[in-house]
């Protein structure tokens, strides 16, 4: 497991916050994903060793959970509603712009690596319909010019990075 | 469970009939002592309780008191206590008695949560009952029937799993039957201490799994077949042989070790099909390991005896007993028991042995205990030969004594009882100076090297007792007929012993008149009496003996030296 020192530290901190070790899994997941993005193979077994269990109980809170990803996704994480409000004033054209822009998938890594764009249910913020969550940041009304802006700031960003 | 002997009891009410029980029982089994059947699906007595099955809702209540003054509330209609009953239907299996708790199974709220129940758990399962060997023997399809509505309102599409999932060596998984009571996850977890099962995703795409690159392959997984309620979890062996409605069931005791785990033989026109664990809460709980459930291959195996042979040359009991019985006569005879061998035929081999004031060797077979079920003794019957006196103190592994005396030429004649006498340590060269009467089931150096040889019956063949490590003395019967050109043991052995001089009647019935009159311990019992669940024996005059089993399952080592 190649964590940082950082998220170590916050993994042996948080252990200590249950009168239960097990508790900690779903928190000790978090921290992972949220580090290297995804719950790789050998995450598992690193979890349950660090907890005291058997790999299978942490393979079943991990494959509970529709949010805790197995596979590696893209640099940023484009999430957009598909609820019923959103779903009525155009968030699924919304989706299918960015998937344009970045010539990708849904659920795919986009082939500069740049973003995974995916539908998820009810943001809670359906008077600004259509609304996109990119990484933890809400973006409202966002209809298909909105979402082309978006998608040049990002490849902006991206250009200045290399 | 043994009941301490004077236990709290709790006075319940179920259905209207009062009922005393013990502390800490839940409603299922108290109502099981009053023969109310609550049905339930992931409950099971030896595991703990998780309540997901949903299928065991009863109405429960509590006598009403006035909340001000504590005073019963009494019914003017009735005369009697009032009971509040709680507007919900609680679980059977999650709820412990209480005093005066009310309990009520066939109102229509019940009737319907069960309906209801029945409903939601059939919403996915394949109605393939035809084809599925649970059939007969399914908890699913008798609730079904019981407490089901009797008709389908599900249009949708059904659930497609994976039918034949390999969990391990010897379990096969159909996903899509499983209702997800995790029995097998407990069982698992809990009995086994192999924790490897588990339900991955959710909803209705939960599925039943090993986690990956791990399989079931610890030695009692077949006990999760056994406690599974439905068809999902199969035994590889058994799938697809035969409908359990036509199988005959005997009730015998595992040979394995000294555990002496109660077992039920399934046969069918002289065919063993299984074997399954029988429920003795003071030996083996409901379990069984799983290297037990195959012993009965070896009745069918190629090297089985089948032919008396004397001197090389086929011959008939009356001959081979003659030809024993005149080897006997000449003298220097040695009795090799066996630990393998009943309680009756250890008492008839030691009258054998008395009339001709033979030396008498048992083989110990010590191996590792598992903790569980399979003991360090081997052999499951060497406290019998204590019993009856066959022998006195604990045997060897090997032979080593009786090789020096036949090396010494104070051995002439070896009659062996099922034991291979060079797996025990004889060297060919010894073998080959004694004449050898051979009583045996299966070929091996001995029976090949015998003067006299007697091909006698697998444990499945015939009937008798064991004393297990807890001086248990059980009972098995006889499943299957014997292959032909086999002879009962204690035919053999009473027609020996009456040879040489020892007159002993062979019939189980007969022989335990003799046997009661002769061993004190035994003295009062028949083998019509001895219970299904064993009788245990007074185990203090063998309280110094240094036995070989460690702790297992219902056992712990009386001395600190065998520990």
């Known amino acids: 497991m190649n964590l940082k020192p950082a998220t170590l530290a916050q993994i042996d901190d948080v252990i200590t916050h249950y009168p239960v070790k097990r508790s900690a899994t779903l928190p000790l997941l978090h921290l992972i994903q949220e580090d290297v993005g995804h719950i790789s193979d050998e995450a598992i077994p690193w979890v349950a060793d660090k907890l005291g269990l058997q790999p299978i109980n942490v393979y079943e809170v991990v494959t509970f959970y529709p949010m805790f990803r197995r596979q590696p996704i893209g640099r940023r994480h484009i999430k957009v509603c598909r609820t019923l409000s959103c779903a009525l004033v155009g968030g699924y054209k919304t989706c299918e712009a960015f998937q344009q822009e970045f010539d990708t998938g849904l659920g795919e890594i986009s082939p500069d690596g740049e973003v995974t764009v995916e539908f998820v249910e009810c943001l809670a913020s359906c008077g600004t319909a259509p609304v996109v969550l990119i990484d933890d940041d809400l973006h409202e009304k966002v209809d298909v010019a909105k979402a082309q802006q978006l998608s040049a700031q990002i490849k902006s960003e991206a250009a200045k990075r290399r | ?563």
């Open chain 2, 1 to 563: 469970m043994i009941a301490s002997p004077k236990p709290d009891l709790v006075t319940v009410n179920i259905d209207g009939k009062e009922i005393a029980v013990p502390k800490g029982t839940n409603v299922i089994e108290a109502a099981r002592l009053v023969n109310v059947d609550v049905p339930y699906y992931c409950y099971h007595p030896k595991l703990t309780i998780v309540g997901n099955c949903r299928m065991c809702l009863i109405e429960m209540g509590m006598p009403a008191v006035d909340p001000a003054t504590k005073a019963p509330v009494m019914d003017p209609a009735t005369g009697k206590q009032k009971v509040n009953w709680i507007p919900r239907p609680q679980i059977g299996c999650g709820t412990n008695v209480s005093p005066g708790l009310h309990v009520r199974t066939t109102t229509p709220m019940v009737r319907e949560a069960r309906e209801g129940v029945m409903e939601f758990l059939l919403i996915n399962h394949p109605l393939d009952c035809p084809i599925c060997y649970q059939a007969g023997e399914c908890k699913l399809q008798e609730q079904a029937t019981g407490y089901g509505r009797g008709y389908s309102r599900f249009v949708e599409e059904k659930n497609v799993k994976p039918k034949r999932t390999q969990l391990g060596p010897r379990v096969t998984l159909d996903d899509e039957r499983c209702i997800l009571c995790s029995r097998c996850i407990r069982f698992s977890k809990e009995i086994a201490k192999d924790d490897v099962l588990g339900f991955i995703d959710r909803g209705s795409y939960s599925t039943l799994t090993c986690y990956p690159g791990k399989q079931l392959e610890n030695n009692y997984s077949l006990c999760t077949v056994d406690i599974c309620p439905v068809g999902a979890l199969t035994s590889t062996d058994f799938r697809f042989k035969m409908r359990v409605w036509f199988l005959k069931q005997t009730n015998s005791i595992d040979t394995e070790s000294s555990v002496g785990a109660n077992t039920v033989v399934w046969s069918r026109e002289g065919v063993i099909y299984r074997i399954t664990p029988r429920r003795n809460d003071a030996v083996n709980d409901t379990w069984m390991s799983d290297s037990a459930r195959l012993l009965y291959k070896q009745v069918k195996a190629d090297s089985r005896l089948q032919a008396i042979r004397v001197n090389g040359a086929d011959s008939g009991l009356d001959m081979a007993v003659n030809a024993a019985a005149t080897l006997c006569r000449a003298g220097s005879v040695a009795v090799v028991g066996s630990g393998r061998s009943s309680v009756e035929e250890q008492f008839l081999t030691k009258k054998f042995a008395a009339a001709l004031q033979a030396p008498v060797f048992l083989v110990s077979r010590v191996g590792e205990g598992d903790r569980l079920l399979i003991s360090a003794d081997r052999n499951p019957n060497v406290r019998g030969a204590l019993v009856t006196g066959l022998i006195r103190s604990l045997p060897a592994a090997r032979l080593t004594e009786l090789g020096a005396a036949i090396d010494a030429g104070r051995v002439k004649t070896v009659v062996s009882i099922g034991e291979d006498l060079v797996a025990a340590g004889l060297s060919a060269a010894q073998l080959s100076k004694v004449a050898v009467v051979y009583l045996g089931t299966h070929a091996n150096p001995t029976s090949a090297a015998a003067k006299v040889l007697v091909p006698t019956l697998a444990v499945f063949e015939r009937s008798g007792s064991f004393v297990n490590q807890q001086f248990r003395l059980q009972k098995f019967h006889q499943a299957v007929p014997g292959p032909p050109g086999a002879t009962e043991d204690l035919v053999v052995l009473s027609r020996l012993a009456t040879a040489v001089g020892a007159a002993v009647p062979a019939e189980l019935g007969q022989l335990w008149k003799t046997i009661a009159a002769e061993i004190p311990a035994l003295g009062t019992m028949t083998f019509a009496n001895l219970p299904e669940a064993g009788l245990l024996l007074d185990a203090t005059p063998y309280a110094a003996l240094p036995f070989a089993e460690g702790e297992t399952l219902h056992y712990k080592p009386a001395s600190p030296a065998a520990a």
